[in-house]
């Protein structure tokens, strides 16, 4: 209802209250129920017009007249609004008894819609008093009312404050999924005002996080929709997280000119509102009881006009002025002081987070060092039990045996993924993955991944749809491993939690700007489905439903928490659409580049595939240098099945002194031994054989240390523990390219 339309409704209030005795009117229902009406609305423009004195008096009127009636909903609402007015007011203890009156009211006449609202205020107070707990608590049974009544605005509001909780409590991973979903669904429903404030926060978060080029793009876009939409203070909010985005990252020209800009609207807002700053309301409302109090000077003016008394006049209107110029001054003294606490507080902040900088660094350092240890070590016995239990299932075991050999393989594979996973997050989050662009064929690309999981799909009853859109070209430059590895995820995720269903996979696009597709990659099944509690966690390192789920489908938890580690690599966004026993849609976005090759390169495999009857083994020279007497055991057994004759050396320098004095094709080296390590050995045995084929046979961490193979010279990587035809494809391989080498002479 606009101002003018209140004026007008005020106006007929009056002419029906007069027209009519205080008798009538209490006896009058129907005259009754628009009193509360009136007064509900006119606090609550009075509310959004900072004038909270009168919505004081409004909201104390409205709610005697909803006593006396017996009005139980009105009653809930108004005490709902009195807890939103001292929150602003700064009166937490005072709104959490208003709040709770609503609350009591709300439940017993099952208000759930109002319900919500009043749990979610309560959130807000609990937020201000940093009690972050409560407040956590609070929005949670604010969600599940909101839920219920299929309120989906006030859903995203109640996400953004929730995030914006744990943004405060410092758990800011956490805040960052939560706003996601909050920004999602107001991206969705079209909730623009929840959207921009949406993108402002998770831009503080990513700051938080370390990667304030994200925060930048994410404050930038907010701030559009914002200026776009007119919401003036989210925009004014953003300019000030913009400054200071750009004060981290050392621009401090822009960030100069963020600030300005905040200032500027500042000194708009507070001109328009009347208020000097959000801590100024103590101000306001000494200002709006001072109005009140002068309705009695108003009257002394008039009294003064009619005696004519020239005297009384001037000295009224002296005292009116010095008080509200006394007011004024105090506002611009109060908010002066602000100012210079607030610039003190960002230097002291601005010092503070430099050396939690520092430190984040150092533990994230210590960290990777510490998983890169713990690794190699893990995987060293895990070659024993890979490389033997493959052994013993190739050595016809007795038919009892079989079934406990498989189960000690699977368990093998099973650590072996694990480990893996756990490096590839420690990666993401250490800022450690590179995107590699290729010109590939996406829709080919995709339709092999289908091919290599429809086995496992059968094995569920699950038939696979795939729909590539028809006007959509299908050669791209990207990074097609990290995209595979998505669609790897997401399909794989989808056919563990679905029995007798279907799967579908869609791709097409959604805009172009600049000679750049942004498409859209849906993976959509009609599975267990994950509820709204659940999905808040979605994205976490080691999240799955519950307990049950982790027991009856397995897993670790961890390849969502890939999944939306690699999408924000390739700067895109990935969001979840889910309802418990009907299905889920995860659905991402990213930009991907055209390109004009008609048919784009595909990777060559790197393995053998001819006829190893045209390779002559017998004159096959190979040396293991290892120093794990296990480990040496089982790769002689692999090479005698090979029909191979290796020799055995436990340390670098014996190695080396072995290759000057015979003739070796092919060199497997460990890189961790007593002595000098492998790496040291292999750039000495460069410096006088640079053909030797020499591989690095390593439980190291390889994208680790990947410069540093290059850098010795080794011919190629077999990390361990491998899959024993892997191995053999490269050692046959590599011996085929010498036997063309030696033919080509």
């Keep these: 209802m606009s101002l003018n339309n209140n004026y007008i409704y005020i106006i007929l209030m009056l002419f029906s209250i007069g027209a009519s005795s205080q008798q009538s009117i209490d006896d009058d229902p129907e005259i009754m129920q628009n009193s509360i009406i009136y007064k509900i609305v006119q606090s609550q423009n009075d509310l959004e017009n900072y004038n909270y004195y009168r919505a004081q008096i409004n909201l104390e009127e409205a709610l005697d007249l909803a006593i006396k009636t017996d009005n139980k909903k009105s009653v809930g609402f108004i005490h709902a609004i009195k807890g939103r007015l001292q929150l602003i007011l700064g009166e937490e203890d005072k709104a959490i008894k208003s709040l709770n009156k609503a609350i009591e009211v709300q439940r017993i006449i099952n208000d759930n819609k109002n319900l919500g609202k009043s749990y979610k205020t309560f959130g807000d107070v609990y937020l201000f008093k940093k009690d972050y707990a409560t ?35 410092k758990a800011y991973t956490k805040a960052k999924d939560i706003i996601e979903q909050a920004l999602a669904l107001a991206k969705t429903e079209g909730y623009k005002k929840t959207q921009s404030e949406a993108l402002i926060s998770q831009a503080e ?20 929709i914002a200026k776009k939409n007119k919401f003036t ?22 960030s100069r000119d963020y600030l300005n800009a905040h200032l500027r609207l500042s000194d708009s807002i507070r001109r328009v509102s009347k208020v000097n700053s959000s801590r100024g309301y103590d101000v306001q409302y000494l200002l709006s009881e001072e109005i009140e109090k002068n ?22 209107l002296s005292v009116a002025l010095i008080t509200i110029l006394s007011l004024l001054t105090l506002s611009l003294y109060k908010n002066n002081n602000i100012r210079l606490k607030t610039n003190n507080m960002l230097h002291k902040k601005n010092g503070e987070l430099t050396v939690a900088k520092e430190k984040a660094e150092l533990a994230s350092k210590t960290k990777a060092d ?27 075991p007795k038919p009892d045996q079989v079934q406990h050999l498989k189960s000690l393989k699977f368990s093998g594979d099973y650590l072996l993924t694990f480990i893996n996973d756990i490096l590839q997050i420690n990666k993401i989050e250490a800022n450690k993955v590179d995107v590699e662009p290729e010109s590939f064929n996406l829709k080919k690309k995709i339709n092999n991944i289908v091919l290599a999981l429809n086995n496992s799909a059968q094995d569920n009853n699950i038939k696979i749809h795939f729909e590539y859109d028809t006007d959509l070209t299908e050669n791209f430059i990207a990074d097609q491993l990290k995209i ?12 563990k939690f679905t029995k007798n269903g279907d799967i579908w996979i869609r791709v097409y696009k959604i805009e172009e700007k600049d000679k750049i597709f942004t498409l859209r990659f849906e993976v959509e099944d009609n599975g267990i489905g994950i509820s709204q509690e659940k999905q808040d966690h979605m994205f976490e390192s080691f999240s799955q439903g519950s307990i049950q789920i982790n027991r009856k489908y397995g897993g670790t938890g ?30 991402f976005e990213i930009p991907l580049e055209p390109t004009n090759i008609e048919e784009a390169k595909e990777n060559q495999a790197t393995y053998f595939d001819g006829n190893t009857s045209n390779l002559d083994l017998s004159t096959v020279k190979i040396l293991v240098v290892e120093d794990n007497k296990i480990n040496q055991m089982i790769t ?53 054989d640079e053909d030797l084929t020499i591989f690095a046979l390593t439980a190291v961490t390889i994208e680790d240390k990947m410069h540093e193979f290059d850098e010795a010279g080794f011919t190629d990587i077999i990390p361990k523990p491998f899959k024993q035809e892997e191995f053999e494809k490269k050692l046959y391989n590599a011996l085929s390219n010498k036997n063309k080498s030696s033919s080509a002479v």
């Design 135 to 169: 407040a956590l608590d609070s929005y949670k049974a604010a969600k599940s009312k909101f839920e219920e009544e299929g309120l989906r605005a006030e859903l995203a509001e109640t996400l953004l404050s929730e995030g914006k909780t744990y943004n405060e409590s």
């Design 205 to 224: 978060v990513f700051n938080k996080l370390g990667n304030n080029e994200k925060a930048i793009a994410l404050a930038a876009e907010g701030i559009k």
């Design 233 to 254: 203070n989210i925009l004014n909010q953003g300019y000030l997280v913009t400054s200071n985005l750009y004060n981290d990252s050392q621009s401090y020209k822009q």
């Design 295 to 316: 309705k009695e000077v108003v009257q002394e003016l008039e009294k003064a006009k009619d005696d004519k008394n020239l005297n009384t006049l001037i000295s009224i």
């Design 370 to 396: 510490f998983l890169s240890t713990v690794t190699h070590e893990l995987r060293t016995p895990l070659y024993a039990v890979t490389g033997l239990s493959n052994l013993l299932l190739d050595e016809n």
């Design 484 to 495: 595979s590895q998505i669609l790897i995820n997401l399909i794989g995720n989808s056919i």
């Design 558 to 587: 961890l390849g969502l928490s890939i999944v939306k580690g690699l999408i924000d690599i390739l700067k895109g966004e990935i969001y979840v659409k889910s309802e418990l026993k009907k299905g889920t849609t995860f659905y």
């Design 636 to 688: 002689k057994k692999i090479l005698t099945k090979m029909e191979l004759q290796c020799d055995i050396i436990d340390n670098g320098e014996d190695a080396v002194k072995m290759i000057k004095s015979n003739n070796y094709d092919i060199v497997l080296m460990d890189i961790h031994m007593p002595g000098i390590s492998g790496i040291e050995a292999t750039k000495i045995i460069r410096s006088f």
